[in-house]
């Protein structure tokens, strides 16, 4: 498994700076949520973290490599990306494309093999998707996309995976699976995502992202405070403990607990 880290990290595109400052320490086998606001930078940073955004300052280390030093190809055998809004080109299968997450282990001009096909479908099964293996990717819905690119991250068969809103287009019982799933490989993932509970859910840590700086890092029950939900989303947000279960749950959009209303004089 791979431990990632960054230190002081920037990034700069056109001159201007959108994420600066960024001390990340990722520990093998665990699961960090980015969150913040729309513009805060998750993909700038995660493009950086996957090597597709050179540093304006500091540096990314995958188990103590610098990732700059490595070419695009030992990249792709150590981290596996799948971006936001990554679609399968229409005119391929679905095996095709998540056979396209092999490329980096194969050698020039290599022919498919028996094996490489069992990959695939492993791939897909994870996703749920093997039966379509052999379908066009033009005839999936958007959620089923998004689960073939994951297969094809996993197919790319790397101990750390970076993935940009992977749950996006999916309804919450695939949310929760896919979550589930991603967790059971037993990777190191980092995941920009948008849904706090999901974050509070499935992640180990939560990094929150404010105006390109990391604003708070920590386990999710320490950092989604309501205060902070306040803060960097401008949302109202209290916590309220479960009866039955007892856990702590956080409750968006809930504002200031309701003054009472003025008493009624008695006359
Ligand atoms: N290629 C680019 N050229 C110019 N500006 C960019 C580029 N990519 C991102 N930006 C700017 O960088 C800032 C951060 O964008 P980024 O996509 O990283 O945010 P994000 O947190 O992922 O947002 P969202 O939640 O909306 O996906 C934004 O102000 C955006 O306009």
Known sequence: MTHLSTTGLAVEIGGRTIVSGVDLD???????????????????????????RPPAAGTVHVDGVDLARLSS??????????????????DL???????????PHRPPWAVDERSE????LEALRHVGMAAKVDRPCQHLSGGERRRV???RGIAQGCDLLVLDEPTNHLDVHHQDQLLQTVRRLGCTVVAAVHDLSLAAAHFDA????????????????????PEL???VFDVGARH???PVTGRVHLVLGAGAPPVPAPREAVL
């Open 73 to 90: 190809r030992r990249r792709a055998t150590r981290v596996a990306y799948v971006a936001q809004e990554d679609g399968p080109p229409e």
């Open 229 to 231: 939900v306040r803060d």
């Open 149 to 151: 690119m994951l297969a």
């Open 206 to 225: 939560v990094a929150v992202l404010h105006d390109g700086a990391l604003h708070a890092l920590g386990r999710p029950r320490d950092v989604l405070t």
């Open 240 to 242: 309220l403990t479960d």
């Open 117 to 120: 096909r069992e990959l695939v």
């Open 93 to 103: 299968l679905v095996g095709e494309m998540v056979a396209m997450g092999r490329t």
């Open 26 to 52: 990722v520990p093998r086998g665990s699961m960090l949520a980015l969150v913040g606001r729309n513009g805060s930078g998750k993909s700038t940073l995660i493009r950086s973290l996957v090597g597709l």
